[in-house]
């Protein structure tokens, strides 16, 4: 029997990144076990690649302020790049109320030790982007620090480092059960036979429920299709934008490649498995691009080209980080409700430091532990793309 002293179940980039930072740590007999064929065919893949620290609760900003950081040095620090791109993000506000909001959450940003953060205002918003329809914007927040990387490269790097330093990968492996005995985890059941461990880390993304039920845990996730869909090539505005937010609707866009990449979380979809495209997403979404950018009305896009994927949504919009309180050798990193790009380096050590220490000072971990849901502490995340 196959021995290892953690194996990752989920080898998108937050399995890639705890496998990292474990091994970062000195710890050499990883496992990784993804299901499919090639690493980031699951929600990595399919992400919108944005990173950013504008966030309304201090332990979503805590993460992005070491997340964010180390994707600027990710090719200095694993010798690859990631794709980071620092172009901001730029809140739209159009009431007092999006105005009143972005000002508490400035102010804890600021409180959190985020430096590039500021408010702006309608003014600079329009000489700075003409082609906004802006007549209703009355402010907003910008933070240069935020913006994109390439999911993909990131997983990659993260994985590639942690193989060259003693980690495993299993591709094309299902698991297939948990077993216990009276210390806990005991040896987890794969296609490619039994591992014997001790601990195992539940990255599975949007199929963790499943995975957790093998090990008798109840979890709080569930799978949310979201839509994506990139333009044809367009030179009506500037590729050197932010990722910017309507907030009057939640429509947002950032430049990709030639053209722009469009999403909007729309409030009809239902909890569920689903990852095929709806043809009507694209009508739904064009209405609110060329309402917010009226230069859009003339932008095209290849239905063919737009894709699905999944968030994996907990309750209050927080992951939940750390040992399962039935069966503490059961790790958990699930549940980013859209964030888990942006904040794969930030779990990668938190889950790494809580395997091999038991504590992590990166955040306060029971605010994010799977408790938190029993003992009726939620900690809601507002600021949701």
């Known amino acids: 029997m196959r021995t290892a002293e953690v194996v990752i179940v989920g080898g998108g980039i937050i399995g890639s990144s705890i496998a990292y930072h474990l091994t970062q740590a000195g710890c050499r007999h990883v496992l990784v076990v993804e299901r499919e064929s090639h690493q980031g065919k699951g929600s990595t893949g399919k992400s919108m690649g944005g990173v950013r620290a504008q966030f309304s609760t201090s332990v979503n900003i805590q993460m992005s302020l070491y997340s964010i950081p180390f994707y600027a040095s990710f090719e200095e620090r694993l010798g690859l790049p990631c794709g980071y791109r620092p172009q901001g993000y730029l809140f739209c506000a159009t009431s007092d109320r999006h105005l009143a909001y972005l000002a508490n959450n400035y102010e804890r940003q600021r409180q959190q030790g985020l430096r590039d953060v500021r408010l702006v205002s309608a003014g600079e918003i329009r000489e700075r982007f003409p082609q906004l329809r802006s007549d209703d914007i009355l402010g907003g927040s910008f933070c240069q620090t935020d913006g994109f990387v390439d999911p993909y490269s990131a997983m990659i790097g993260f994985m590639k480092w942690a193989r060259e330093h003693g980690a495993e990968l299993w591709k094309a492996t299902e698991v297939g059960g948990i077993e216990k005995d009276h210390q806990g985890i005991c040896a987890i059941k794969t296609t490619r036979g039994q591992v014997a461990t001790r ?80 043809h009507n997403f694209i009508e739904k979404i064009l209405i609110r691009a060329a309402h917010r950018v009226p230069c859009f009305e003339s932008l095209a896009v290849n239905p063919k080209r737009a894709w699905a994927g999944l968030y994996e949504m907990t309750p209050d919009h927080h992951p939940i980080l750390g040992p399962a309180p039935e069966v503490s050798s059961l790790f958990l990193a699930n549940g980013f409700s859209g964030h888990g790009v942006m904040h794969a380096p930030a779990a990668g050590k938190i889950l790494a430091d809580l395997i091999l220490t038991g504590h992590s000072e990166l955040v306060d971990t029971s605010l994010l532990s799977l408790q938190r849901f029993a003992e009726r502490r939620l900690i809601e995340e507002t600021a949701v793309l």
């Open 199 to 278: 601990k195992v880390v539940n990255a599975a993304g949007p199929w963790a429920a499943s995975l957790a039920k093998m090990a008798g845990v109840d979890l709080p996730v569930e799978p949310l299709r979201r839509m994506l869909v990139p333009s044809e090539p367009f030179h009506g505005f500037p590729h050197t934008a932010p990722m910017i937010i309507d907030m009057s609707n939640g429509f947002h866009f950032r430049p990709e490649s030639l053209g722009f990449l469009l999403a909007w979380n729309d409030p009809e979809e239902t909890p569920g498995f689903n990852t095929e495209f709806d």
